[in-house]
């Protein structure tokens, strides 16, 4: 089942659980690794909504898992992803959250602007969760074609609560600079998932990491960085963190990065496979530019990266105890074609 479907059937009852940015990601890969999405903020990651799970583990039985039975194992799928099992049902947590205030606002990436959208989403009320890529704007037919291929903060915006709260919420993002477009309105939780093309298949290199800021001087640099391309379409995505998911203990669950508390998502879109290499540089100086100390990485954005990506997904004790826990459910590693925890030896 993807995201779409699900927020699309919960919508007929005026509810809804956080999934990511995107209608078409499938649940429960998602889910199994932790789940970033436009409600992170008011109600946390969809691992906070799993209340139960069936699971078939290597050993070929059917578990009913959660906070009482083989809890082990239900902290481990609430991060460790498909590492522990086939997931085939999942009990999640709904929220009455039919009618919210949101929408796409693009406005000029000046450094400024970026700077200060950060800043205003960091403080704004916790109602409020953004998706801010800065990137050229896409020639779609609702951007004035002026702007195409200049670089925008192509922005979602929801803001789970009244509308009058969620006008107010967003009037100082709107007062940024002059929005090239304002789709911000009252609205239904599911058209956060717009209609996709399915036909759209970038091959895209990317690199996900956790900073603590975006000053003024890294939106200085994500704004040359992406005017200096290695690709005519590269985008810094910010997710603002905090709010529900940060007050959730670190060991709670297998996903550890509860106090990071901004997620970047660097990404080049390309064509020829030769040139992956040139991609692979600028992502990486680029990286390195934002870095401010957490090493932390979102496993459901890494692709294949090796062993020490892997462990940032998984810091602290965290890593530890995941291998434990995998020794004791799948001391094989049947579950190995993924993010893989090996497990622990002489457990
Ligand atoms: C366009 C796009 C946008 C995205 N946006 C977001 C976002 O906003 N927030 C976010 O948190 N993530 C996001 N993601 C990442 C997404 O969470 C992962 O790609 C996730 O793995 C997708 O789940 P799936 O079931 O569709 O994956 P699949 O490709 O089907 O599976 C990926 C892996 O998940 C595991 N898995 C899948 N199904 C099961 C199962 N039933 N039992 C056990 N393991 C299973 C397996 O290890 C499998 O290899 C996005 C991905 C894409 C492609």
Not at 270 to 282: C, G, L, N, P, V
Not at 285 to 301: I, Q
């Amino acid at each position: 089942m993807t995201a779409g479907e699900y927020t699309a059937a919960a919508d007929t009852h005026d509810l809804a659980t956080g999934f990511g940015d995107t209608g078409s990601v499938g649940i429960a890969g998602l889910t199994l690794g932790g789940g970033v999405g436009y409600l992170v903020r008011k109600h946390g990651l969809t691992v906070d909504d799993l209340v139960s799970a069936d699971i078939v583990t290597a050993d070929g039985q059917l578990l009913h898992v959660d906070a009482d039975t083989h809890p082990d194992l239900f902290w481990a799928i609430r991060g460790g992803g498909g590492n522990f099992g086939v997931a085939t049902r999942f009990e999640l947590r709904l929220h009455e959250a039919g009618a919210i205030f949101g929408g796409f606002l693009v406005l000029p990436a000046t450094a400024e602007v970026v700077h200060r959208f950060v800043a205003e989403a960091e403080s704004a009320p916790e109602e409020l969760s953004t998706i801010a890529s800065v990137m050229p704007a896409p020639p779609m037919p609702f951007i004035p074609a002026e702007h195409h291929g200049r670089l925008v903060v192509f922005a979602m915006l929801v803001y789970a609560g009244a509308v009058e709260a969620g006008q107010r919420a967003i009037a100082p993002f709107r007062a940024l600079a002059a929005p090239i477009v304002d789709m911000v309105k009252p609205m239904r939780y599911p058209e956060v998932y717009p209609p996709e093309d399915e036909a759209y298949h970038p091959v895209a290199l990317g690199h996900t990491m956790f900073v603590d800021s975006v000053g003024r001087g890294a939106a200085d640099a994500i704004v040359d960085r992406l005017q200096h391309g290695s690709s005519p379409m590269c985008v810094a995505q910010i997710r603002v963190l905090g709010g529900a998911m940060a007050r959730v203990p670190v060991d709670a669950t297998a996903f550890a990065h509860r106090r990071s508390r901004i997620m970047v998502n660097l990404a080049a879109l390309y064509e020829r496979t030769q040139e992956k290499q040139e991609h692979a540089d600028w992502l990486s100086r680029f990286a390195d530019a934002l870095h401010t100390g957490d090493d932390g990485a979102y496993v459901n954005f890494l692709a294949d990266e090796g062993e020490a990506r892997i462990r940032a997904a998984y810091p602290g004790r965290t890593w530890d105890r995941l291998a434990a826990i995998k020794a004791r459910y799948d001391p094989t590693n049947l579950f190995r074609l993924n993010q893989n925890i090996p497990p622990a030896r002489g457990s």
